[in-house]
């Protein structure tokens, strides 16, 4: 079945590093691909999103591009900061399973001052 | 985006009894909303899939009769755990999606379940 995996946690930054967090994925279709993130005791908020291969996704800073042939979709940003802590989910959804998501395990994420 | 509301946020009970957790999408109408869980820094689990006006779809080992789900209007869905344990603490989550064409997600704040 389909399947999401990413690097494992926890990863600690000083502010201001360069944030990469490996995603790769197993999907029988064409799925679109996701990463959410979660603050501390919240639910999740979609950070970016990209639907088809070769698509970038942006938001606040972070970006990830779906690599078909690769079936990956790392997220990476440039400069972290101080209020980017939290956990990272990578998650797929293929069009014919009724919009539901599967999710990677989660890369916690802190960035130390 | 779309704006769900999920209550209570957090909820404590007594092992034995049933809890009701809400899920409303506020400005749209949701034909389908999705019940995850997630224990202690781990993933988010589908449970079920919740269809407007007809029974939901649970995912393979989780037990329906333990897990009520209701789906009665276009904005509304309920989880209810039903004598719950101790083994039942997680963390419930709702998504909805607002059309079938739409891949995008919204989930609710989540609530926190403690049974003691």
């Known amino acids: 079945g389909d399947s999401v995996t990413q690097m494992e946690g926890p990863v600690t930054l000083s502010e201001e590093a360069f944030l990469t967090i490996n995603c790769t994925y197993t999907a029988t279709g064409y799925p679109s691909l996701f990463w959410y993130v979660q603050y501390p005791g919240e639910g999740l908020q979609l950070l970016l999103k990209a639907t088809k291969a070769d698509d970038k996704g942006s938001n606040k800073g972070f970006e990830a591009t779906y690599r078909k042939e690769t079936t990956s979709f790392h997220l990476e940003k440039g400069s972290v900061q101080v209020s980017d802590s939290a956990v990272y989910f990578c998650?797929?959804?293929?069009?014919?399973?009724?919009?539901?998501?599967?999710f990677g395990q989660g890369t916690e994420l802190s960035v130390k001052p | 985006g779309a704006v769900v509301s999920q209550h209570p946020s957090w909820v404590i009970c007594k092992s034995g009894t049933s809890v009701k957790i809400e899920c409303r999408s506020l400005d749209f109408q949701a034909t389908t909303m999705f019940w995850y869980r997630q224990f202690p820094k781990q993933s988010l689990m589908l449970m079920a899939t919740?269809?407007?006006?007809?029974?939901?779809?649970?995912e393979q080992g989780v037990e329906k009769d333990k897990f009520l789900i209701n789906h009665a209007s276009l904005t509304l869905s309920t989880l209810t755990v039903t004598s719950a344990h101790p083994e039942d603490s997680s963390f419930y989550i709702c998504?909805?999606?607002?059309?079938?064409?739409?891949?995008?997600?919204?989930f609710g704040q989540g609530t926190r379940l403690t049974v003691v």
């Open positions: 998504s909805v999606r607002t059309g079938i064409m739409n891949t995008e997600a919204f």
């Open positions: 998650a797929l959804m293929e069009e014919n399973q009724g919009g539901k998501l599967i």
């Open positions: 919740s269809n407007e006006g007809s029974k939901a779809t649970y």
